[in-house]
């Protein structure tokens, strides 16, 4: 009779834990499962799978070969003419010729300090103000001027934006003020580029040899419009529509 | 009864414990396979080219000024119409668009967008983008009032650190900021020949000598795409279009200018194929995209063409520039909606080629076909140097009873007098043999 009882009492307790055990058991399993989805060996599968095979090529597809050499000329691919010298050039595209002088033998080169006073004068003081040249003729790349700097350069430019939204550049060179009127000149129909000037001698500058030109455009080459002052009031009412009827 | 209901109880629970115990011991990956989305992950970085600047709209460009001055998306100008947006993955439906990260739903893939207008090869790596914002804004006055601030766009490769696992594909163009073409062209526009500030060849030379410390930094780039993405990433490197059309823009740009700049801009493009090609030896899976000829086609589609696919210069600023006091847009030379379309179709068709090229690789099928051939067996070629996919070799091949003529049926007669199908059966073993000791 006893015993009878205890066989009982067993089969339920263990029920009981075959229960229990099932019950934690799946439920490892399911969280398990849901782990290992995202983890490394679902990962390491898939990068196996797609590794590179040893002894295999590196190459997915045929190479194309460059066109040139591996070591490239520096200065040998570019697609240009021989440039005229700036004599043979200046001689082609003035109507005269007036002077050429030395930039470094200038005395009317303006420091850092001094173009920046002239730009602030005329109401361009905002404009970022850039030299590309030291005054031996050593190209410097493009750098912004130091207010308080009395180095000189030979030429400086900066762009204004005029009140009607027109964009402007400004040139100062050998001391000579000149105005690139950038918005007219990108929708012009002319053969030419218009630069106003504040004489009819525009005054150019040759980095190669150093030198300025004074000369008398060519209107084939340049359109020049003479104006009194180069300034930030007579820029702002010099808009496309008055620089088609600008006389000067 | 009670003893009945505890015994069903029993056996359940002994039902569930061997279930159980039985699923635990299947391999995981074969019900990752089954079961599981793993998306295709896409990363697509780096400047103006591949953001889509120029080309609205970007995402964020819906909200209002004071949200947008802070959105990364809007300040980095990334645009719902730019190429990444536009690629294709074999076997997902749509484009990418369909698929940017961060909408939160579960899909076949996840497109990453961190190209920014601007960067320069420091932005992908480790420095963050800083952008600075000037916008004019109207608060009930004729006078402007004016928002201005700046944000740090993130070093694009933090991106990784967000996903978390490797990438499938990696998209890019990068360079071209650091040699700083776009300045060179607004030089044409802005300077005087005549005046003699230009210096157009001088500025283009000092690009190439400082040349040598961008293609480090182009391949150091490179390389730690490699690292963030992991090996089996698919690396793109999209090159540039030549910027000007081949006659120049007038008086403003002369023929010369322009053919100086785009020789160079060709220059530029061999210098990054040659980089790719060298990392792709030393084990980068590394690929290098041409644009050129795409947009050299039908005369030419460049800035002051006649169909142009690149935005000439725009001076002054549009609506959704980040500076209204800039002279010039953002916009300015950069390929329009048509090029971005370009740029995708170049891009698709390498895709294409490499997802190609890896269902070529290694494997062996078997197909039967019903009909009058009803049998044939064909191995995929072996890897060799040249992956072009040569035609699978027909190993065996069965006619039907039907389909055989009176003479082939004498043929085979005399070959064997044992069934076709019989032979074709031994044929069928004997290369499953031979294709399981290849493997």
């Not at chain 2, 650091?178 to 802005?190: L, N, S």
């Amino acid at each position: 009779m006893k015993k009878k009882r205890i066989q009982k009492k067993f089969s339920r307790k263990s029920m009981l834990l075959i229960a229990v055990l099932a019950v934690v058991l799946t439920g490892l399993a399911v969280a398990g499962y849901f782990y290992q989805r995202g983890s490394d060996a679902v990962d390491a599968a898939r990068n196996e799978q797609l590794e590179p095979k040893p002894g295999a090529s590196q190459s997915a597809e045929p190479q194309p070969k460059p066109k040139s050499t591996e070591k490239v000329p520096e200065s040998e691919e570019q697609e240009t003419q021989e440039d005229p010298s700036a004599d043979e050039y200046y001689r082609e595209n003035s109507e005269t010729v007036i002077e050429v002088k030395d930039a470094k033998e200038s005395k009317s080169v303006p420091s850092e300090a001094e173009v920046s006073e002239i730009f602030a004068e005329r109401g361009f003081g905002d404009v970022r103000i850039t030299y590309d040249s030291y005054i031996d003729g050593e190209y410097a790349g493009e750098k912004e001027v130091d207010k308080a700097s009395g180095e000189r350069h030979p030429m400086y430019q900066g762009l204004y934006a005029s009140k009607s939204g027109d964009i402007w550049t400004i040139f100062v060179i050998n001391g000579e003020v000149f105005a690139n009127p950038v918005s007219y000149n990108l929708e012009s129909e002319l053969g030419a580029q218009l630069l106003f000037s504040e004489t009819k001698e525009l005054t150019s500058y040759d980095d190669d040899t150093n030198k300025y030109y004074v000369t008398i455009p060519k209107e084939s080459a340049v359109i020049v419009k003479v104006i009194e002052k180069i300034d930030a009031e007579a820029l702002d009412k010099l808009t496309i529509q008055e620089i088609n009827k600008y006389e000067g | 009864m009670k003893d009945k209901i505890t015994r069903l109880i029993s056996t359940s629970l002994s039902v569930i414990l061997a279930l159980t115990l039985a699923m635990m011991s299947t391999p995981l990956y074969a019900y990752a396979n089954e079961t599981a989305i793993d998306p295709v992950i896409v990363v697509s970085l780096g400047d103006s080219y591949s953001s889509g600047e120029g080309i609205e709209p970007f995402y964020g460009q819906e909200k209002t000024l004071v949200d947008k001055v802070t959105d990364e998306d809007w300040l980095s100008h990334r645009s719902k119409k730019s190429w990444p947006a536009m690629l294709e993955i074999p076997g997902i439906e749509g484009t990418l668009k369909d698929y940017k990260a961060g909408s939160g739903t579960s899909a076949p893939c996840e497109w990453y967008f961190k190209a920014c207008s601007g960067a320069e090869t420091k932005n992908i790596k480790s420095i963050a983008m800083t952008k600075n914002y000037r916008k004019k804004y109207y608060n009930g006055s004729i006078f402007p009032s004016s928002l201005k601030g700046s944000v740090d766009i993130p070093a694009q490769l933090s991106v990784f650190d967000e996903i978390g696992r490797p990438a499938d594909y990696v998209t890019l163009s990068i360079g071209g900021n650091d040699v700083g073409f776009a300045e060179v062209i607004t030089i044409c526009a802005t300077g005087s020949t005549y005046l003699g500030s230009k210096k157009l060849e001088k500025k283009i030379e000092a690009i190439w000598n400082e040349f040598a410390v961008t293609q480090e930094n182009i391949k150091t780039v490179y390389n730690e795409i490699q690292n963030a993405a992991g090996v089996q990433a698919e690396i793109i490197v999209a090159g540039y279009p030549k910027l000007l059309d081949k006659e120049g823009k007038g008086f403003l740009i002369s023929k010369k200018e322009a053919t100086l700049v785009n020789a160079n801009v060709t220059k530029f493009n061999e210098r990054l194929k040659s980089i790719v090609s060298e990392c792709h030896d030393a084990g980068i899976n590394i690929h290098f995209v041409d644009v050129e000829e795409e947009f050299d086609k039908d005369g030419g589609h460049q800035a002051y063409s006649d169909v142009p696919w690149i935005n000439s210069i725009i001076f002054g600023s549009k609506a959704e520039d980040i500076d209204d006091y800039a002279i010039a847009s953002s916009y300015s030379v950069h390929p329009n909606e048509l090029g971005a379309q370009a740029y995708a179709r170049c891009v698709n068709a390498k895709i294409a080629e490499i997802e190609m090229a890896k269902n070529s690789e290694g494997q062996a099928e078997i197909l039967i076909t019903d009909g009058d051939v009803s049998l044939e067996i064909f191995t995929h070629a072996e890897e060799s140097e040249d992956k072009s996919g040569t035609l699978p070799e027909v190993i065996g091949e069965v006619p039907t009873e039907d389909s055989l003529s009176e003479d082939e049926t004498s043929e085979n007669d005399q070959d064997d007098s044992e069934p076709d199908s019989a032979e074709a059966q031994e044929t069928l073993e004997e290369s499953l043999s031979e294709q399981n000791r290849q493997d």
